[in-house]
């Protein structure tokens, strides 16, 4: 059964950062694209970035400049660095994860999502 597992949420003042992490369980998983999300007060999910199996990246715009994500596929882990935080990034943020399960089978899961909170 395939997990993933969030950590690094909390809360901070405006100007200030933290780092996401979603490690996939088990370690052996064949994860390809991995990526954030996150659901604000209006529980409206927003894709916030991802990350192919090769490293490359997108964002939404509302994070370009500010948030990096970042994977080791050795660990099956994948990473947000989020800096310059404002109050509109608070939210629960999401692991997302396509893990193939055999040649013709790609499945999604998702993290149980990990709180965000940033005061003015």
């Known amino acids: 059964q395939v997990q993933l597992v969030e950590s690094g949420g909390g809360s901070v003042q405006s100007g200030q950062s933290l780092r996401l992490s979603c490690a996939v369980s088990p370690i052996t998983s064949n994860v390809i694209t991995m990526a954030w999300y996150r659901r604000g007060p209006g529980n409206q999910r927003e894709l916030v970035a991802t990350i192919d199996a090769t490293g490359v990246t997108d964002y939404a715009d509302s994070v370009k400049g500010r948030f990096t994500i970042s994977r080791d596929n050795a660990k099956k882990t994948v990473y947000l660095q989020m800096d310059s935080l404002n109050p509109e990034d608070t939210a629960v943020y999401v692991c997302?994860?396509?893990?193939?399960?055999?040649?013709?089978?790609?499945?999604?899961?998702w993290g149980p999502g990990t709180r965000v909170t940033v005061a003015v």
């Open positions: 997302f994860a396509d893990v193939r399960m055999s040649d013709t089978r790609i499945d999604n899961y």
